[in-house]
Each structure stands twice: as C-alpha cells, then as structure tokens.
C-alpha cells in the first residue's frame, strides 16, 4: 500500500526553514551558548534542556512522520507516546542535503551538499557525495586525491560546541562501515567516533557513554541508516521496515527504563522520509528529451537538474510538458527564488550544480539518467526521496526526558 497513491499539489509540503531540522540544530547549538545561524524550535525549552547531563540526539535515516504514525498502533507505541511536534526536512529531502544540515546548523543553500550524486567539475566527474562514490562505476574513491570535503560543507556543530562549551564531552556513534570515512571524521570534528555494528550496539553503546563520567556534560549524537536502506530494497510497508522499527522501539523503551534519573534528554528523528515509486522515467530513453541536453541528469531521481543546450529549449520546454503531473518544473532564476534550498549566503558550488531547469517530483514518479557503461538497475529501488511529497518532507521530533 502506497500512502501517497497519486500526483496530487495537495500532497506538496514545502520546507520550513523556521520548524525543520535545521532548526533542531540551531536548538542544540543554542543549548550549548553557541549562537545559532538559523531560528531555534519554539516550542522546545533551551533553558532546561542546559540544565540536562546529556543530550542525546538520535537519527534513524528514513523514520519519515507518515511512516510513524502508520506504525503507532503496534510497531511504534513507545516513540509515538513521546511524539513531541512534526518538522519538516531541508530540500531536496535527502540524506546528504539533510545530513549536512544536522551537522553543520546551516541550510543547503550554505553547505551546498544538495544531492547525492553531483557534478565536480574539478574532477569532470559525477560523484556520489556521502560515500565518496564513482557515479558510473560506483567504486570507493581515494578520499585524498577526490577530497569533497574541501568542495562542499561547513563547519560542524562539534567544533562549534567544543570552542564554546569545551568541557562537554562529544561522541558521534556510528556504523562502523562509516566511522572512518573522510566526512564522518570531518563532520565529527573534536568528537570521539564510537562505531557499532548492529542496532542492539547502537543502543548498548549510548547508555555505555552516558553512565561513564557522570559528573561531566555529555552531546551525544547517534546515527542509524535504516529503515532508509530497508525501504529502499523493500517499500516503505514492508514486513521488514515493521520488525526493524518494532526492533527500535523496543530497545529505546528498555533504552530509557534504565537510564532514568540521569538528567538525560533524547530527541529521535530523522534526516527525511520515503516514499513507494510507481513508475521510474529514463532520460536516455525519452530520445526527444536527451537530445536536448549536454549533461547527464543529477542530482537525484526526484530531484533533477537539466541543463539545456541553448539551441534547443524551446525543443525542451515542449518535451517535458508530458511529464508535467508527475514534476514541477521551474526555471533555474523561478526555484532560486523559491528559496526550496534555504537562506544566507550561498555556497559558491551552488552555482555548479543548478542548471536551466530543475524538475521536483510530487507524485509516485522518478527519473534516472542510465549511463551507457552500467545501464539500467536489475531492480530498482521501491521507495525514494528527495522530492516534495508528505512522506517525504515531513518527520517525526521525538523527545524522551530521563
């Protein structure tokens, strides 16, 4: 069962960049006397919470608010009785825009992370951000010589707490396949990377942290990639996505029964939702269409960025009329006065990475360049993210008080 059956303007959720996770940042950082770069969430108190021992801030990639609520009744009771408020993500809603957003405190206008695969000219090549991927092979890259972290980014809310507040103690707890990655080492900055390998640890691992010197402050902030990955393979109503947010559930509930009365505070949320895809688009294969341009298609599937010869756009703005229920198309001058991507300054990369057109989807669609040397997925993925739909945009705030 999709939960967002057809393309619908009434599904669309815009970002609020006054009630989104940059926000939540901006509220931790308050927390801890750094002045924050965007408004911190009203309705959180950041008096008490500088009076807590430990703030604990837990990310489960994918948690989306529909999804959490679709599972309130059986598989999420624990997390839905401490539903605190609902917050939008940043666009696109993706995990490297939003990612990026959590650590550093700042809009993807500023960081300017603001999709998976991008294009760096410095290297004339697509790049999947996060992972330091080849796009075409989709091989680990040398982090040294292809460093992104130079191109893209801020600096992290670790360092910023550290200079301002330097008798907290900081620890990032995260998977261990990415616990030494160049960005998780980088976006971690005067943090203690703890890795876990499965959930149980991930948990067992924060309540080791929180009762070791009890007598000093503590920021702990944990990362988990499912269900992103799990809905990913499977569907966002899955059997596994259930038993794995059951799984959650149940640690966190036996999680906080042993950890009251450590002046604790734990907020649970997520970096974006997901939602079904019914129907995937291939660029390659709408020949009208890629006759047009002279780029491959990033930085997600729903989430495009085309750029257009310029020969060519009347051609372009006939082609994608077809696919006008499934997208919003916007001129590159119409989405950046939109301000989908934030405020402040802009990332000089920002520049780079837009191009005449972008589209955004609002339905169960999703378009894919297929790159002549790996060609078409054997199976596509059944939900994604990035686009404007409910399921996407909106996600759950949980806070639990020890």
Known sequence: MNRSNNSSKENIIFPNYKKSIVNLASTILQ??????????????????????????????????????????????????????????????STTSAAITSLLTGRTPWEHGAIGWTLYFKEFAKNIDFL???????????????????????????????????????????????????????????????????????????????????????????????????????????????????????????????????????????????????????????????FDCLYMPTFPEPRFISFFVKPHKMDKFKEVIKKYKDDYIFLTRQEFIAKGYLGNGIMHPKIDDFLGDYLAIAISTAAMKSIYMQNGKWKKEFLAHHAGLTEDEMLIPLIKIDL
């Open 31 to 92: 927390t801890y006397n750094v002045k924050p770069f965007h408004p911190v969430l009203t309705n959180i108190d950041v008096e008490k919470l500088k009076a807590k021992q430990n703030i604990v801030l837990i990310i489960l990639d994918g948690l989306g608010y529909n999804l959490l609520l679709q599972c309130a009744q059986d598989s999420a009771k624990f997390m839905f009785s401490h539903l605190e408020d609902k917050l939008t993500s940043v666009f696109p």
């Open 131 to 289: 992972p330091n991927w080849d796009s075409i092979t989709g091989s680990k890259q040398d982090a040294k010589k292809y460093n992104l972290s130079d191109y893209l980014g801020a600096e992290n809310i670790f360092e910023l707490i550290n200079f301002k507040s330097p008798d907290t103690a900081l620890y990032a707890i995260t998977m261990k396949k990415i616990s030494k990655s160049l960005y998780s080492i980088k976006d971690s900055g005067s943090t203690s990377i703890i890795p876990y390998k499965k959930t149980k640890h991930l948990f067992r691992n924060i309540k080791k942290t929180i009762l070791k010197n009890k007598n000093r402050k503590k920021f702990i902030y944990a990362y988990s990639s499912s269900p992103d990955k799990l809905e990913h393979l499977f569907g966002t109503d899955s059997k596994k996505v259930k038993k794995y947010i059951s799984n959650v559930d149940r640690l966190l509930e036996k999680f906080a029964e042993q950890l009251k009365g450590t002046n604790t505070t734990i907020f649970v949320t997520a970096d974006h939702g997901l939602l079904d895809i019914q129907q995937y688009h291939y660029v390659n294969e709408d020949k009208e269409l």
